[in-house]
């Protein structure tokens, strides 16, 4: 910009100038146009699914089960099975995943197994989900002779979204304020009773939030799910947690296969199933969290 | 301790330490047990790969171009797989990587709070929904879309799964990227505003470079998601080991071929389950090694400023 000349105040402005002036306009243009590129993406993607789904939403979608027959099939099984996948999933992750943030954030001495640790959950978040369903086809399914139940889905799952769970609990736990703990154990309390009365309770939020976003990540699975051998035509709803099963994220994949348009519409309905599944969770996480911000 | 002291105290002190010393020992179980599912991933592939490399060779697995476990006639080469992941992902990279720097620097340094608070969350949704939905948005609108513009494309085609994961890879590379330009100090904006330069000059020529380290690594982790992405592709680019560089055609990426081997019948033992276990050797290491590059790039080449 050696050329540039100094322009006096209130003179007009040089050609130069007006060029600079112009395109930094077009680039602010063409950010803002970028970011929408995102936004519209997903909106044509809920538009397209809503167009080619809402014809085939009804009652009996819900209440039938998979079928050869597009016109009579629906996502019972599918439903039931991903709803006690998630809450199995919920039950075995969350205690272990809060515990390990709970050790890692209160408890653990700065050194080398803590800086493995931590590296190691890092990279466990990065690993493909499909990878974690080989884990559980050789861990779970046949090693520990679980077969293609629940259970070894939900087992499955939960080694997927734990990383995820532990990192935002962590976050959660590191926003405590510091004076909180100093005061507590200035009043004598011990470790235990300092992270269970006080850091706890006002990690809680930002635990529960983390905690429904990762599993609304698994509810969404299909990968791993296929690898453990849940399967895309289940005539009936599970009873335990040995029981086969399917997932409305697979029973989704298994109408998009097939070639018939009929299949096509009852998988776009099953979607718009699945979106309002993972917008319930999220309303709800919102909901759990307002709560529990109003009581404290 | 002094007389004052009486047994009963010291008892409830020591129960007192004994408790939370198993709530220590506890806690350090669960995060302990964090390091177990890696040395499990890496048990549980490399007992069946070692199976798998005692029938095929290493150098036929490396350098042969067909890959084609269930015919008669076997074939073991990888390189149509890995072909087709990299391909797809770097399609997807076309795609995800200018438009997620550019949405970085407009939410950064150009959008308000308030506009920042609502686009945030609409771009994460992006990364939320789940795949299965991508693969149905690629097969049933993209691919269609592409065939009205190019005829010759085929109804599986590499290009709708590029564009789709392209798609959901941005929000990776967006927010990263958002936290490394908006953890350049203000100072030296200001600086460079004190010598006359426009907002598009500190931008591209001040802050975007200052952030580059968080960028490229925000580029290699949004790669190597693209690179492990499994149900769109496996639902849009279709289930043809094609060595090509043509995006029009079908392709078999390595997560797909997992799902289409996993979906048959393949009992243990049987060397197309083995072959599950060392194509999914081949995609960990894949990843892996771009997830530690991505972080050796952050740490090595990051600026620090204070």
Redesign the interface.
Known sequence: MSERTPVPIGTAESAFDRR??L??VM??W???A??L???A??V??LV??LI?GLPRLDVQLLTSFASRFPERAGVRAALAGSIWLLVLTAVISF???V??A???EE??PKGWITK??QT?????A??????????G???FV?AMGLDRSILSGALTLS?LV??VI?MASQEAIRAVPPTIREAAYGLGA???QVVSYQVLPMAFPGILTGTI?AL??A?????PL??VGAVGFVAFTPRGIMDQFTVL?LQ??SW??RPQDEF?EL??AG?IV??LL?LTMNAAAIILRNRALARR | MSSTVGPGVLAAKRS?RL??GA??S???A??????L??V??VA??L??TIGFFREVSLVEFLTSTRWEPMFRDRHFGVLPLLSGSFLIAAGAGVIAL??GL??A???S???GPRLRRT?KP??E??A??????????A???ITPLLRVFLPETEIFNAAAASIVVG?MI??TV?SLSEDALRAVPDSLREGAYGLGA????V??RVVVPAALSGIIASFI?GL?RA?????AV??AAGNLPNLTLNPLESMQTM?AY??QA??GDTP?GTIVYRT??AV?MT??LA??AM??LS?WVLAKFREEYR
């Open positions: 600079r002036r395109f930094g680039f602010a063409l950010c803002g970028a970011t590129v995102g936004v993406a997903l044509v993607l397209d699914v080619d205690p272990v995943s515990a390990a709970i050790y890692l408890y653990a493995v640790i190691n959950i890092a990279n466990l990065g690993v493909p989900s499909i990878v974690y369903g080989i884990l086809l050789a861990l046949r080694l734990m990383p532990i011990t470790r235990w976003l609304s990540r509810v969404g699975e299909t990968a296929i690898l994220p989704i994949y998009i296969s096509r998988a776009a979607i699945l979106l993972l | 007192r408790k939370e709530i220590a506890v806690l350090f669960c995060a302990a047990a964090s390091t599912v890696t499990g991933v549980a592939l007992g069946e200018p438009l550019l949405t620097i407009f939410l340094e150009y959008a686009l609409v771009l949704v992006l939320g929904v789940p795949t299965v939905i991508y693969g149905y948005f097969l049933t609108f798609v941005i929000p967006s426009t907002k598009l000059e931008s591209t982790l190597s690179v492990g992405e499994t149900m496996t639902i997560t997992i799902v996993s979906l243990q599950l276990f999914g995609l960990f990843t892996l997830n530690i972080q």
